[in-house]
């Protein structure tokens, strides 16, 4: 999920059985490249609905799985969690190019920020190279 400028960017699903899930989270807690917090449901789809609106009004669509993925929430309601969010960087859009944007991709994504928000009124990072691989 992008909250910089681009919204639910990639969203993955997997259909699995009750009895995978203590596994599945097993692994997600013994990366510690991950910091975790716990965090009430609402919030998290809440998080995820306000970032798919600013992105929308940016003039991006979710990743074609999330009508899928989002089924996850079931009945959470994001209007259920306190917390505000803020989206973008410094009250601007804010791109950073993924790994698997391709140069088309990019410039399709800096000329929609163009149109919608005009010259300075969104910020870029493009990252060139291959990222460096830390082994461990």
Do not use: W
């Not at 600013?54 to 990743?63: M, R, T, V």
């Amino acid at each position: 999920m992008d909250v910089f400028c681009l919204g639910v960017k990639n969203a993955l699903y997997k259909i699995c059985e009750a009895s995978e899930y203590p596994e599945i989270l097993a692994r997600i807690h013994s990366n510690p490249a991950e910091s975790m917090e716990r965090q009430h449901p609402s919030c998290a789809r809440k998080l995820v609905e306000e970032a798919l609106v600013y992105a929308k009004d940016l003039g991006f669509e979710p990743h074609a799985d999330y009508r899928i993925a989002r089924l996850i929430f079931g009945d959470i309601e994001g209007h259920a969690c306190p917390a505000s969010f803020l989206f973008g960087k410094n009250g601007k859009p804010f791109y950073v190019n993924g790994p698997n944007d391709t140069p088309a991709i990019q410039r399709r994504i800096l000329k929609q920020l163009e149109r919608r928000c005009g010259p300075g009124g969104y910020d870029y990072l493009m990252m060139v190279g291959d990222p460096v691989k830390l082994s461990g």
